[in-house]
């Protein structure tokens, strides 16, 4: 299986907001509404911050915002705070029943 | 607390093999299907494997035939076999927990409990 497309980096000011996004195919993202987004420090396990493409788990601010569109997936970080700097992965489910991830995008608060 | 806590890692040959655990507390564990999840240095998050609740198991292709997950559900411990290791096995290895206590399969990926992670290196 393919790993998703994501852009290698992405910056943005304190209070702004960002976008990034995850591109699959028809056989993963743009299949299924089943993507998930993870936010992870480094030297540290990752944290999920979206589930089921929109879905926050208990705990996730709600500045943490997913949506689709075909066989891309964003995420939305508004009001950037210092603390958002770190790497961020996609994940989806694929036709194959197996998972896959995105390659990572690193976001710098500016 | 909920926990994941893998063991097992080190220094292996290449073509040789390892053993790795991962002790789960604080869920009930028999509820979630559990994955392994690797990190080579410098890398990405790659997903290697997934073991349902009724023990279905999955593997991603780079894996396929060389590892196998297992899990005792009686001792709350998930493991991972590798076999015919090679330098591209080189990683930290991460467990997580399937966020939903569910046998749907595509929810199998969304992982909120991840542990600290084993490093596994593969080296002469």
């Known amino acids: 299986q393919s790993a998703l497309t994501q852009d290698a980096s992405v910056s943005g000011s304190r209070g702004q907001s960002i976008t990034m996004s995850c591109t699959g195919t028809?056989?993963?993202?743009?299949?299924?509404?089943?993507v998930s987004w993870y936010q992870q420090y480094p030297g540290k396990a990752p944290k999920v911050l979206i589930y089921?493409?929109?879905k926050r788990p208990s705990g996730i601010s709600n500045r943490f915002s997913g949506s689709k569109s075909g066989n891309t997936a964003s995420l939305t970080i508004s009001g950037l705070q210092a603390e958002d700097e770190a790497t961020y992965y996609c994940?989806?489910?694929?036709?194959?029943?197996?998972?896959?991830f995105g390659g990572g995008t690193r976001l710098t608060v500016l | 607390d909920v926990q994941l806590l893998e063991s097992g890692g080190g220094l292996v040959q290449p073509g040789g093999s390892l053993r790795l655990s991962c002790a789960a507390s604080?869920?009930?564990?028999?509820?979630?299907?559990m994955n392994w999840v690797r990190q080579a240095p410098g890398k990405g998050l790659e997903w290697v494997s997934a073991?349902?609740?009724?023990?279905?198991?999955y593997y991603a292709d780079s894996v396929q035939g060389r590892f196998t997950i297992s899990r005792d559900d009686i001792r709350n411990t998930l493991f991972l076999e590798m076999n015919s290791l090679s330098a591209e096995d080189t990683a930290v290895y991460y467990c997580?927990?399937?966020?939903?206590?569910?046998?749907?399969?595509?929810?199998?990926?969304?992982?909120?409990?991840w542990g600290e992670g084993t490093t596994v290196t593969v080296s002469s």
């Open positions: 997580a927990k399937a966020l939903l206590p569910t046998a749907w399969v595509p929810n199998y990926y969304s992982m909120d409990i």
């Open positions: 089921d493409v929109s």
């Open positions: 028809s056989s993963d993202v743009g299949g299924y509404d089943y």
């Open positions: 073991i349902g609740r009724s023990g279905g198991t």
């Open positions: 994940s989806s489910y694929t036709r194959s029943g197996l998972g896959v």
């Open positions: 604080g869920f009930t564990f028999n509820n979630f299907a």
